[in-house]
């Protein structure tokens, strides 16, 4: 793999799930897909046990990250750990490849499709050994069909047969899938726009290179033809005097959005960059609605505190001390906050609200499966509560036409 490919972030690339039963032939066809072996292939039935992320580039559409997983039929005595896991594999992804066998196709697999497309999940039925003279149950086949909404694929792992022809149904897929999705500057930005990039290079930062979300958003104003001035929270009036004209909007870190909103005048657009990724892969509109809760916090209340990245990140102190600080303080209340990062606790209902981080680090699919998952728990984000408990939520959201009128508290 080359160190381009490498350099995609997980969050940035589509996510691509293959499943179905055990031994139907998901790591074989994994492997013929990408053209390596990089599943491990057997006979022996569940030898892919936890899901395995392969990050590769899938050419000629780029980089994506597969993910071979267990069987959705694995009755051993881990089965249903790992049963929940491929689940939660799969409610993340952007495409799952389900893999048939042509002698162990049922209404198990009919069942199991029809699950895995509610909410719109795009699903791609796949028919493996194609070589062996195994013939499916046509009625069975054309069930699953109708419930993939699509036709079933037939290919041969082992001689390559038909394998061409589904990573051009696979591509064409995630093409559509890109057009699709939105931009984090979605109807923010035209060309020969001036951007303010307002970018705090403190202890936390890392050395020698900016954060995910502000490439990101450089690399989205290049591709508008517009042009951006990244600038520190210390230098901003300073840069204001230089410029013949205002920038057209002003994008700050939320951490000094305090000080961006006192340095920018009203006039000039400002929003937070946590504030565009809320709306980009999460759900700004019900995370603004749930930010108001914090006023009814009380004592007893719990909130959690949680971060999609379990390892060390430039959030980590963010999370574990800024935010319940920010909380306690604004609240006056003695509250009961957990930080967790990763995987949610098990007894998640119990919470109040939950506060979760921007999610730079997945793609939006794995971040509306965690909003998904958090269920009846009210969920906002770092980003919206920053700005909500400085008293700049109202001022961030100006930017974003229609906004203000529906979602003003
Ligand atoms: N002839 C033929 N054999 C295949 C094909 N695809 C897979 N196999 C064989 O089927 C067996 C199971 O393949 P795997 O890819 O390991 O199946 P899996 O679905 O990943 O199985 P688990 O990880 O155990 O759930 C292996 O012996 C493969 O060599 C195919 O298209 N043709
Ligand atoms: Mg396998």
Known sequence: MSKKQMGTPRGL?????????????????????????????????????????????????GPVVFVDTGGVDDDTELGDARRKRSMRAVAGCDLVLYVL??????????????????GGRQVIPVVTHSDIATTADGSVLAAVAAAAGRPVRAVSSVTGDGIRELRE?????????????????????????LILLIVPIDLEAPAGRLILPQVQTIREVLDSDSATIVVKEREVSW????????????????????????????????????????RFKG???SFVRNVRLIDTLTHSSRVLVTESCSHHTHCDDIGRVKIPRWLRQYTGKDLD??????RFPDDIGGYDLMIHCGGCMITRAQMQAR????????????????????????RVLQPFPGFEENNRG
């Open 371 to 394: 909003i998904g998952e958090a269920a009846e728990v009210p969920i906002t984000n770092y980003g919206v509560a920053i700005s909500y408990l400085h008293g700049v939520l109202d």
């Open 101 to 118: 066998h042509p002698a162990l196709i049922d209404h198990d697999d009919t069942a199991e499709i029809k699950r895995l497309t509610a």
């Open 13 to 61: 690339r589509p996510h691509i799930v293959l499943t179905g039963k055990c031994n139907a032939g998901k790591s074989a066809l994994l492997n013929a897909l990408v053209g390596q072996d990089m599943a491990i292939v057997s006979a022996t039935r569940g030898t892919t046990t936890d899901p395995v992320h392969r990050a590769t580039e899938l050419v000629p559409f």
């Open 239 to 278: 840069v204001l005097d230089q410029l013949k004209r205002p920038p057209d909007l002003a994008i700050t870190d939320s951490q000094v959005v305090l000080k961006a909103a006192g340095a920018i005048p009203p006039h000039i657009p400002l929003t937070t960059f946590s504030i565009l990724f809320s």
């Open 169 to 193: 149904t696979v591509i064409e897929e995630l093409r559509n899938q890109r057009v699709r999705q939105k931009s984090l500057l979605e109807d923010l930005i035209r060309p020969y726009k």
């Open 337 to 342: 906050i957990d930080v967790r990062s990763g």
């Open 283 to 285: 759900d700004l509109d």
